[in-house]
């Protein structure tokens, strides 16, 4: 008796159940959008026993109905004007329609038909709706035991309902003052179209296809978390563990801890075994974020892993293997570093296999600041619960001229506190509160130019850890001492600020 056999078959009421159940966890992850929409697509068609599923969204720009994602094997895109066909009725009009003969319905489209060289027989097609606005409309074909009932009905309009709410969280964007959606971004949660993304997207899932270790560089606060989930997301590890190591945060002492992992009496305090992040992660990914602070001493240890995947646990003797795929991310100069003698350049040279650089936000656009301001004010309003909130008309101009040292998460910061103390409907340059600032970016290294444009003078011949310390101390003496404002500007953490203060 083979397996299937012996687990039930789930019901058409439980697969309907967690479709719904599962939708919102479906939107979590930074996976890549088609696959993410493809995927609840095969879902649909299931729960609703129907051949094929296509989810269609309107172009807020233009208006035309886009077949977004959909069990299409013969054509990759499907545009119908407004009001064209059954799907341009429901996107007009709002109504849920259910055809028993496609052929026989006034509304249906031959030219449509003849594009996708697809028998249609049946049909439901639905709008989806959020707050008000028709943004898409969701379609099933063909039912295979004869035609839609009105127990589908009932169920893909509570469907649609969810997917509207769902879209709310995805790079898909809705403006509430007009019909239709926006894409702004390739992969979900991840905000960006700008040529210089579009570039990072492409070695992104060109590098997920495969195990290879991939190094991140890039200023602070530009996402290189969010891109190394991403990686991770759409490869073929996604269902093992994403392990975040932060060696920013790490006292040097525990740094191989936390790493490895400890044996029980390895040093006092050691009352049990503790496994560390590399066994955590076994199966999947580990993510050393900001692998530039890595004691040297450890950066060793850490080439024999990447080599053989092997290591030991503090205190013991067995030697271990983990199966784990490496990302590494760095705001840091690792090659200047290596030259230096501050890393290893062995290391430096196993962690580049795939290098992936990603632009500060200053070199992305204004259309990129723009949908990331739109973004945090949607998120941050439905936070905070403040209605729906706008963006004033000299506000992205201003946005589009800051420099935005910390690029990312500065902007996301900034929109944040506006949105919490606004007053009104509308977010305006003063709620914003910029500071004046220097216009190039903030790096972990000042350049001679940019210290001198800070007023600060860096004598030629330094070396480079007396260069950093100097410059980190002359701007915590600018900023009267605040350490945490200090970090801000420079771009680092307080623990890092610290560090560099004690010239460690």
């Not at 990302?327 to 290098?355: I, K």
């Not at 216009?439 to 011949?461: C, F, N, R, S, Y």
Request: proline share 5%.
């Amino acid at each position: 008796m083979t397996r299937a056999m012996l687990v039930p078959r789930m019901s058409e009421h439980e697969q309907r159940f967690e479709l719904l159940a599962d939708l919102g966890a479906m939107i979590a992850g930074e996976v890549e959008l088609d696959d993410l929409l493809g995927t609840f697509a095969d879902r649909v068609s299931r729960a609703l026993g129907a051949d094929r599923t296509t989810l269609w969204l309107i172009d807020g720009a233009t208006g035309e109905i886009r077949s977004r994602v959909a069990n299409l094997p013969e054509l990759p895109e499907l545009r119908v004007p407004p009001g064209h066909g059954v799907v341009g009725h429901v996107a007009r009009t709002g109504e849920l329609v259910n055809i028993r003969d496609a052929h026989a319905d006034p509304r249906w489209s031959e030219q449509i038909a003849a594009k996708i060289g697809y028998d249609t027989r049946s049909m439901l097609t639905v709008p989806i709706v959020r707050r008000e606005q028709i943004r898409g409309v969701l379609q099933v074909l063909n039912k295979r035991d004869g035609a839609f009932t009105a127990r589908d009905e009932e169920f893909i309009r509570v469907l649609a309902e969810q997917i509207g709410r769902a879209l709310d969280y995805t790079t898909l964007r809705g403006d509430d003052a007009q019909r239709g959606m926006s894409l702004r971004g390739r992969f979900n949660h991840v905000i960006g179209t700008s040529p210089a993304m579009a570039a990072v997207y492409e070695m992104i899932v060109r590098a997920a296809q495969t195990d290879a270790t991939v190094l991140l560089h890039g200023e602070t606060g530009t996402g290189k978390g969010l891109l190394a989930r991403a990686i991770h997301v759409n490869s073929a590890r996604r269902e093992a563990p994403f392990v975040h190591v932060d060696c920013t945060t790490l006292p040097a002492a525990l740094v191989e801890s936390e790493l490895f992992g400890h044996e029980r009496g390895a040093y006092t305090g050691a009352d049990a075994r503790v496994l560390g992040k590399v066994e955590a992660a076994n199966g999947g990914t580990l993510f050393l974020d900001e692998l530039g602070e890595l004691p040297l001493p450890l950066q060793g240890k850490l080439l024999r892993f990447v080599q053989e995947r092997t290591f030991e646990r503090i205190g013991g003797r067995e030697t271990l293997t983990a199966d784990v795929r490496i990302v590494a991310a760095t705001n840091r100069d690792l090659a200047a570093m290596a030259n230096a003698g501050q890393f290893r350049s062995d290391l430096y040279f196993r962690l580049r296999v795939v290098e992936i650089e990603i632009p500060p936000l200053r070199e992305r656009g204004a259309a990129d600041i723009a949908d990331l301001a739109a973004h945090f004010v949607d998120q941050f309003a439905r936070r905070y619960r403040k209605g729906p909130l706008r963006l004033g008309d000299d506000v992205l101009p201003a946005l589009g001229e800051y420099a935005w040292p910390g690029n990312v998460r500065e902007l996301e910061n900034t929109l944040e506190r506006a949105v919490v103390l606004s007053q009104g409907p509308t977010i305006g340059i003063k709620d914003l509160a910029l500071e004046p600032r220097r216009t190039t970016g903030v790096v972990a290294i000042p350049t001679a130019a940019a210290a001198e444009a800070d007023g600060i003078h860096l004598p030629p011949g330094l070396p480079l850890e007396e260069a950093e310390r100097r410059y980190a101390k002359a701007m915590l003496e600018r900023l009267d001492g605040n350490q945490s404002a200090a970090a801000r500007a420079l771009g680092i953490s307080r623990n890092k600020l610290a560090r560099l203060l004690k010239g460690e």
